[in-house]
T-cell receptor, first 111, second 112 residues
Framework: GQQVMQIPQYQHVQEGEDFTTYCNSS?????IQWYKQRPGGHPVFLIQ?????EVKKQKRLTFQFGEAKKNSSLHITATQTTDVGTYFC???????????FGQGTELSVKP | DAGVTQSPTHLIKTRGQQVTLRCSPISGHKSVSWYQQVLGQGPQFIFQ???????GRGNFPDRFSARQFPNYSSELNVNALLLGDSALYLCASSLAGPYEQYFGPGTRLTVT
């Protein structure tokens, strides 16, 4: 079945450093979504990418969808303590319906 | 506008018992999905319902079932509870299937 792998599992950075998490799917995705979950909270939607090679920016966050629509990345520039949490990618296959999440990357930021 | 609501917030059950979890979607959202999240892992897809019909099912045993009501609220039922069913159960609503999911706060289920 469809699998979504995410690396790294953990990332510890100093405040001000950059951070990147990578997402890879075993099958082509119709879209890729990114979510952030704070400790003790629930996933919160960040963005959706649909087109091959698409790049979207939200302030210090840059999201990319690969040309083959099988991989994606999230890059945070100059991390802040408010960026702490677990970042998940999630993708829909071509049949829609089932949204498959990666294992997440837990980001900790040291002030 | 109210977000996705779930009840109860926490639940403690004994092995072999049955549990029903409830979810109310955001007003106007017709799709509800259920996920199981074990500590340290990503949410695992259980079911998706759209317009009261099942549109997707994850790799969960038949002990798990769900339904969606005419007002688009939903229930997740789990029979014959096992210790391994202990998890955070998340409900998410969306306008339709492949759109962004808005998650509720979850129900923390502990099976002893």
């Amino acid at each position: 079945g469809q699998q979504v792998m995410q690396i790294p599992q953990y990332q510890h950075v100093q405040e001000g450093e950059d951070f990147t998490t990578y997402c890879n799917s075993s099958t082509t995705l119709s879209n890729i979504q990114w979510y952030k979950q704070r400790p003790g909270g629930h996933p919160v939607f960040l963005i959706q990418l649909v087109k091959s090679g698409e790049v979207k920016k939200q302030k210090r966050l840059t999201f990319q969808f690969g040309e083959a629509k099988k991989n994606s990345s999230l890059h945070i520039t100059a991390t802040q303590t408010t960026d702490v949490g677990t970042y998940f990618c999630a993708g829909h296959g071509n049949q829609g319906g089932k949204l498959i999440f990666g294992q997440g990357t837990e980001l900790s930021v040291k002030p | 506008d109210a977000g996705v609501t779930q009840s109860p917030t926490h639940l403690i059950k004994t092995r072999g018992q049955q549990v029903t979890l409830r979810c109310s979607p955001i007003s106007g959202h017709k799709s509800v999905s259920w996920y199981q999240q074990v500590l340290g892992q990503g949410p695992q897809f259980i079911f998706q319902y759209y317009e009261k019909e099942e549109r997707g099912r994850g790799n969960f045993p038949d002990r798990f079932s769900a339904r969606q009501f005419p007002n688009y609220s939903s229930e997740l039922n789990v029979n014959a509870l096992l210790l391994g069913d202990s998890a955070l159960y998340l409900c998410a609503s969306s306008l339709a299937g492949p759109y962004e999911q808005y998650f509720g706060p979850g129900t923390r289920l502990t099976v002893t």
